[in-house]
């Protein structure tokens, strides 16, 4: 069975505090993706990596970095939290040869920063 | 550039009823459609996909979505609703040999006994 996990279901951060989120899939996936899922906005990709240690920004990448040192591994930064990053954060895999194939889901991190 | 339109942000229905859930995209290219449910505290898993085979496209748990090119649509519908079925729905498009995938702002589907 396939699997996508995340580090931590549920997180609390201070304002300020450096944030390490982690995701591991076990499909052997090129693709790897960090998304934030906010009300009525749906999901907004944050960034993308399409191989190990490269990485491409999405649409919302201001405030996060993400590191990708080995293919199963994506880890998503927040350098400084803020409450405004107090969000649902979802990482997802999919194959690299075709966009036609889907992606793969964790069961996502909920952050609250206060 | 792509996008998705969710039609409803939420929809409710009797249970044994059809649930139509509606999705338009926009794609300058031949698009990837696809449906994801989340149920509570979950991650995304996929419904059903079209990748320009059929135009109807049969999912899991007696869901499918018919691609009308005409209408630019991706509606996902089932004859009978069950409880198990409340949830969120993200219709989402794809293509164009790049890696991102679009989703809509989501659908939440509420049944009623």
């Known amino acids: 069975d396939v699997k996508v996990t995340q580090s931590s279901r549920y997180l609390v951060k201070r304002t300020g505090e450096k944030v390490f989120l982690e995701c591991v899939q076990d499909?052997?996936?090129?693709?790897m993706f960090w998304y934030r899922q906010d009300p009525g906005l749906g999901l907004r990709l944050i960034y993308f990596s399409y191989d190990v240690k490269m990485k491409e920004k999405g649409d919302i990448p201001e405030g996060y970095s993400v590191s990708r040192e080995k293919k199963e591994r994506f880890s998503l930064i927040l350098e400084s939290a803020s409450t405004n990053q107090t969000s649902m954060y979802l990482c997802a895999s999919s194959f690299l040869t075709a966009s036609s194939y889907e992606q793969y889901f964790g069961p996502g991190t909920r952050l609250t920063v206060t | 550039a792509q996008s998705v339109t969710q039609l409803g942000s939420h929809v409710s229905v009797s249970e044994g009823a059809l649930v139509l859930l509606r999705c338009n995209y926009s794609?300058?290219?031949?698009?990837?459609l696809f449906w994801y449910v989340q149920y509570p505290n979950q991650g995304l898993q996929l419904l059903l996909k079209?990748?320009?085979?059929?135009?109807l496209v049969k999912g899991i748990n007696d869901f499918e979505a018919e691609f009308k090119k005409s209408e630019t649509s991706f509606h996902l519908t089932k004859p009978s609703a069950h409880m198990s079925d409340a949830a969120e729905y993200f219709c989402?498009?794809?293509?164009?040999?790049?890696?991102?995938?679009?989703f809509g702002a989501g659908t939440r589907l509420f049944v009623k006994a």
């Open positions: 794609s300058s290219v031949p698009p990837y």
């Open positions: 499909m052997d996936h090129e693709n």
């Open positions: 079209y990748t320009s085979a059929a135009t």
């Open positions: 989402a498009v794809s293509g164009g040999g790049g890696f991102k995938t679009i």
